[in-house]
T-cell receptor, first 111, second 117 residues
Framework: RKEVEQDPGPFNVPEGATVAFNCTYSNSASQSFFWYRQDCRKEPKLLMSVYSSGNEDGRFTAQLNRASQYISLLIRDSKLSDSATYLCVVNRVGGYNKLIFGAGTRLAVHP | SAVISQKPSRDICQRGTSLTIQCQVDSQVTMMFWYRQQPGQSLTLIATANQGSEATYESGFVIDKFPISRPNLTFSTLTVSNMSPEDSSIYLC??????????????FGPGTRLTVL
């Protein structure tokens, strides 16, 4: 089983739609959680950290459920510019500053 | 956030040769990391580059194949040795300047796209 699992997609949605991505992780002792965004042929960039209380940044909302070892990302009012691959990232327990990346979920927003 | 540059941005190499990739950061950072992203795949950590000591390699990666240097707190190199077509990938360096045991976040360089013929 992979340490971090995501639905690879692609998710094809129209502009203005709401879309949700899910991610599960295998190590219950993981402490830090992130969503990164990667555009085609570009490096990954931090989108947002994920906290147990849930956090929101504009149209983006991230949730963490430690009991289910589940992370989600909700994008409201999708824009064409949201088209990218979204990477779920978890820190490796016992590893100093090591991150484990999910395979990513592709999102394509169309007019 | 740190500004990271990598050289070269891309290269096409013959099998059996070696390529050294450079990573430069605009500020001193504690941790530098090297990742590989194969076509259509996510990122895999190769090693953690520590200043003043040997790099720490992940399972499946060895120093003979991927020697790493970290001469100071702003610079690191990764060499891909005795290349084969299977080494064709994007190689990315990243930094974490927090210095804490549990990572805060990492910032990535633009990557080096390597094609081995």
């Amino acid at each position: 089983r992979k340490e971090v699992e995501q639905d690879p997609g692609p998710f094809n949605v129209p502009e203005g739609a709401t879309v949700a991505f899910n991610c599960t992780y295998s190590n219950s002792a993981s402490q830090s959680f992130f969503w990164y965004r990667q555009d085609c042929r570009k490096e990954p960039k931090l989108l947002m950290s994920v906290y147990s209380s849930g956090n929101e940044d504009g149209r983006f909302t991230a949730q963490l459920n430690r009991a289910s070892q589940y992370i989600s990302l909700l994008i409201r009012d999708s824009k064409l510019s949201d088209s990218a691959t979204y990477l779920c990232v978890v820190n490796r327990v016992g590893g100093y500053n090591k991150l484990i990346f999910g395979a990513g979920t592709r999102l394509a927003v169309h007019p | 956030s740190a500004v990271i540059s990598q050289k070269p941005s891309r290269d096409i190499c013959q099998r059996g040769t070696s390529l050294t990739i450079q990573c430069q950061v605009d500020s001193q950072v504690t941790m530098m990391f090297w990742y590989r992203q194969q076509p259509g795949q996510s990122l895999t950590l190769i090693a953690t580059a520590n200043q003043g000591s040997e790099a720490t390699y992940e399972s499946g990666f060895v120093i003979d194949k991927f020697p790493i240097s970290r001469p100071n707190l702003t610079f690191s190199t990764l060499t891909v040795s005795n290349m084969s077509p299977e080494d064709s990938s994007i190689y990315l360096c990243s930094v974490d300047s927090s210095g804490r045991a549990v990572t805060d976040t990492q910032y990535f360089g633009p990557g080096t796209r390597l094609t081995v013929l």
